[in-house]
């Protein structure tokens, strides 16, 4: 299947700190990618749409100025988690598509302290 | 907007009996029922889908169900093993829109051996 890589996995970071996360498509072009977020034993909520070579699409509640998304290219987009705050230590997963279907990254593991 | 809805929350099988879930959806334009496996701390897993002109589809143990009139679908797992015990979710979108899957809120399935 398609390999969708992310990077970090893990962060730690403090409070007021930004943290860039990388969503990367190895061996495909994806025009969007999706960037979601999982708190423990809960679902993947759909936090925004990355568009390449235009502005993201956020979903209502998702403050954009917060979540920075930049899709710079078709294998890479970044989401850029701004003055982060321990209620924003989550699980945040990328999905890009191909030939219809959804693939996951990795997750990266948010921590803020 | 979509709203999906996944039955039961927490599922228990004995090794070898079948496990189905179900969910619904409510917006009618959806034609993409993907289903997804996770495993703790790991990113969400393509198991199976279905479009919506098609019923049924089987792959192995797995198979998905559609009622499009009754906007239903449904995963059955057969001769269950351990190793399929995990996170399932189920998910809804409208392809024309690229894929902005919506997520049922999960269900932990138990496979007793």
């Known amino acids: 299947g398609a390999v969708v890589s992310q990077h970090p996995s893990r962060v730690i970071c403090k409070s007021g700190t930004s943290v860039k996360i990388e969503c990367r498509s190895l061996?495909?072009?994806?025009?969007?990618m999706f960037w979601y977020r999982q708190f423990p034993k809960q679902s993947l909520m759909l936090m925004a749409t990355s568009n390449e070579g235009s502005k993201a699409t956020y979903e209502q509640g998702v403050e954009k100025d917060k979540f920075l998304i930049n899709h710079a290219s078709l294998t890479l987009s970044t989401l850029t988690v701004t003055s982060a705050h321990p209620e924003d230590s989550s699980f945040y997963i990328c999905s890009a598509i191909l030939a219809g279907g959804a693939y996951f990254g990795p997750g990266t593991r948010l921590t803020v302290l | 907007g979509e709203n999906v809805e996944q039955h039961p929350s927490t599922l228990s099988v004995q090794e070898g009996d079948s496990a189905v879930i179900k969910c619904t959806y409510s917006d009618s334009a959806s034609n993409y029922f993907p289903w997804y496996k996770q495993e703790l701390g790991k990113r969400p897993q393509l198991i199976i889908d279905?479009?919506?002109?098609?019923g049924e589809k089987k792959d192995q143990r797995i198979a998905v169900t559609l009622n499009k009139t009754a906007k239903h679908f449904s995963l059955h797992i057969t001769e269950t093993q351990p190793e399929d015990s995990a996170v399932y979710f189920c998910a809804a979108c409208e392809v024309e829109y690229g894929n902005k899957l919506v997520f049922g809120a999960g269900t932990i399935l138990r496979v007793k051996s």
């Open positions: 061996d495909f072009q994806a025009t969007t």
């Open positions: 279905i479009r919506s002109n098609v």
